[in-house]
């Protein structure tokens, strides 16, 4: 998917000098899979490979706008692929912000996890995933950087937007004006539960990384739960509920605030 919108300033009231990682840091334990430097989806682990949420969500990135009240399926003709994306597209596109609750699991690389929390959306370009379980985890995209911190860690990380390569950034193109068949190629459709759809298909520019990412689309275009499949075997999955649509979201909700006596790391793009 494209990448998030158009800049947005994220003046922190406390901003410790960046420090340039000549590797990507990560910090063990630390949404669609990780962050780049992290290993999966709001957990950070040692890599070599900046990795772990279409770019995801872009792909990802976000997410999706009725997750608690599936709507009516009546009177909408089975779709095929085509029809089912424009849908998303005319849904996503007539929103300004979205608030959500979000469940994510994951399961592969011998471990299994399962976190929860609230996710906002503003746009053009912000997305904010605040963690409830666990406490205190928070991935921040501000239309210029993305954030990454969990409560005690001893740094920030950061990285430009443009290069982001995380499994939460498949709802990025939830951020701007969606055009979902040119994020993922190959799409294809097929029935899922209570009236709903899958769509499935390989996102734009991340073969390397992602084998598949699902959709489960609601008749109308509202996104109930995305999939993604790395390369590796891992799977991520996000569902979406109590969906509050163009809520009224204050700017200042997705500048990042560096916690006081923190340093702040750039990390490196993905290779």
Not at 39 to 48: H, K, L, N, T
Request: glycine share 8%; aromatic share 8%; charged share 20%.
């Amino acid at each position: 998917m494209s990448a998030g919108g158009n800049s947005c300033s994220s003046n922190s009231t406390q901003n410790p000098k960046a420090e340039k990682a000549a590797y990507p840091v990560r910090t063990a334990g630390c949404p669609i899979l990780a962050a780049p430097f992290a290993a999966r989806v709001g957990s950070f682990r040692p890599r070599i490979r900046m990795r772990s949420t279409v770019s995801v969500l872009l792909f990802l990135c976000l997410a999706t706008f009725s997750f608690a009240q599936q709507p009516s399926t009546k009177n909408l003709a089975t779709p095929t692929a085509h029809d089912l994306a424009q849908r998303v597209d005319h849904h996503y596109n007539h929103l300004h912000s979205l608030k959500a609750g979000f469940n994510e699991s994951y399961e592969g690389l011998g471990m299994s996890r399962n976190e929860s929390g609230t996710l906002l959306l503003l746009k053009p370009g912000r997305m904010r995933w605040d963690y409830a379980s666990p406490a205190g985890k928070l991935f921040l995209l501000d239309g210029k950087f993305a954030w990454f911190y969990s409560k005690g860690d001893p740094q920030v990380q950061r990285i430009a937007a443009k290069q982001l390569d995380d499994l939460r950034s498949p709802l990025r193109f939830l951020l701007g004006h969606t055009l979902l068949e040119k994020e993922i190629d190959h799409l294809t459709l097929a029935s899922a539960p209570n009236g709903a759809y899958k769509l499935a298909g390989q996102p734009r520019g991340q073969e390397k990384r992602i084998h598949s990412m699902t959709l489960t689309v609601a008749a109308d275009g509202t996104i109930l739960a995305i999939e993604i499949e790395e390369t590796d075997g891992a799977i991520t999955r996000f569902t979406f509920t109590a969906e509050q649509p163009n809520v009224p979201i204050p700017a200042n909700t997705f500048r990042f605030i560096v916690p006081a006596g923190v340093p702040v790391v750039d990390a490196m793009p993905p290779i």
